[in-house]
């Protein structure tokens, strides 16, 4: 039994593997996860199957991939929890969190992110928004300029955008942001500029949001809500799967 079921998952981790590069080509290094995944799932069962593997080894490798499994699914239910919170509206700030630049074109998570934050804009003229990224090796241009000029193709007010354009990690859109945040209310408000607690918004793609918010909540003294945008169904469980990695790895590092 152990085996069919080691085969069916490696057989399965292998069809989306190739579907994701279909897909989407080789935009990104992680589906690479889920050919090995499944690789390593399909050996596992072909050795039981052909009684190649010790019991000892069998029962380790059982252990080990019910561990992974109870592991995610714990993870992702918490991820799960806050991807479709309500909105807040009138909060002070908005933090776009940058995502993949194609050349200079949004890639689609990045493009659902800045038309949640366009919504939200037009709906909210008080507020304004971070839109905070930098030029990653592969990308034309930083991935707040990518979103700034979407931003205006789609009719934001220029006087709405703040451009952080040197973060290359989540943790540093927030750290980054809150800095220019902080010199920013400080030299328009002044002391009471100071005292004030900001109400910000983290707007990213759902399955990002929990890590991204738990992130802002470590790092400022904000009044955190989040905006969760849309993301695209057949890639939210590679999505899911990858977060899973950054959230044990935020959370060793201290960001959590």
Not at 3 to 25: D, K, N, S, T
Not at 69 to 80: D, E, F, G, K, N
Request: with cysteine; glycine share 10%; aromatic share 8%.
């Amino acid at each position: 039994m152990p085996e069919i079921i080691f085969l069916w998952l490696g057989l399965l981790c292998l069809g989306y593997f190739v579907g994701i590069a279909r897909y989407v080509g080789w935009t990104s290094k992680f589906p690479i996860v889920w050919a090995g995944l499944g690789a390593g799932l399909l050996l596992t069962g072909i050795l039981i199957l052909t009684e190649n593997l010790s019991k000892k080894a069998e029962l380790l490798c059982c252990a080990m991939g019910i561990l992974l499994l109870v592991s995610v699914v714990v993870v992702v239910a918490v991820i799960a929890s806050v991807m479709f919170l309500p909105v807040e509206p009138d909060l002070d700030y908005l933090v776009v969190l940058g995502a993949q630049v194609m050349g200079t074109r949004p890639s689609l998570s990045l493009q659902y992110r800045i038309d949640s934050a366009c919504e939200y804009l037009k709906e909210n003229p008080g507020t304004r928004a971070v839109l905070s990224g930098g030029k990653g090796p592969d990308e034309g241009i930083s991935e707040a300029r990518c979103m700034y000029e979407e931003m205006l193709r789609q009719g934001v007010d220029r006087e709405q955008l703040i451009l952080e354009d040197r973060s290359a990690s989540t943790s540093q859109n927030i750290e980054f942001t809150r800095n220019l945040l902080k010199e920013k209310t400080e030299r328009e408000e002044g002391t009471e500029g100071r005292a004030r607690r900001l109400k910000v918004g983290i707007v990213t793609n759902g399955f990002h949001l929990f890590r991204g918010m738990a992130i802002a909540r470590k790092k400022t003294d904000w009044q955190v809500y989040g905006i969760g945008a849309k993301s695209n169904a057949f890639l939210l469980p590679n999505y899911l799967f990858r977060e899973f990695f950054c959230v044990i790895k935020d959370k060793l590092v201290g960001n959590l």
